[in-house]
């Protein structure tokens, strides 16, 4: 996992190629106005967004993905989420969703929370469990972000 902000000049610094020019392009977008859906960015990375509605983490459940990983940003609010840096014991877990490259379980090991903000960003890479969309000091809210799915292929 790795977090930034697109606010920072050196927003790019240590991160892989494909993630840094990502993270560029969204840079020089207006965020704000991007419409809810999928949107492609190229013929292999593409973005969702979104305007979820914040729950309590208890309430929720973690996802890992194994064929992409994630480039998480926010937009509008404030977000926690939980997340876990250990290897997840896959048993723990759900049967994968191939179609849809994810698997739920309910809770992370070792866990830890990071908020966000507008213009940071999270990074998840395969097999780092993350439980997005969580309330912040128990405040339920309305935030935008937009996810960005980038094969795990194209870091080099």
């Known amino acids: 996992m790795l977090i930034g902000d697109l606010t920072r000049a050196d927003f790019k ?3 892989p190629k494909v993630i840094a ?3 560029e392009y969204l840079k020089g ?3 704000e ?3 809810v859906g999928r949107h492609d960015i190229t013929d292999q990375i593409y973005m969702n967004v979104m305007e979820p509605e914040l729950a309590e983490a208890a309430s929720k459940k973690a996802e890992l993905h194994h064929k992409y990983l994630d480039v998480q940003v926010l937009i509008r609010g404030v ?3 939980e997340v876990g840096a250990t ?3 896959l048993n723990k877990y759900e049967a994968y969703h191939e179609d849809d490259d994810y698997q739920l379980t309910q809770e992370i090991d070792n866990k830890s929370t990071i908020t966000l903000v507008p213009n940071m960003f999270a990074v998840f890479y395969p097999y780092e469990p993350h439980k997005p969309c969580c309330n912040v000091n128990g405040q339920s809210a309305k935030i935008k972000k937009l996810v960005v799915k980038v094969p795990v292929e194209l870091i080099k």
């Open 13 to 15: 610094l240590g991160l």
């Open 21 to 23: 020019e990502t993270c």
């Open 29 to 31: 977008l207006d965020l």
């Open 33 to 35: 106005k991007l419409e």
């Open 79 to 81: 977000e926690n989420i």
């Open 87 to 89: 290897y997840p014991d």
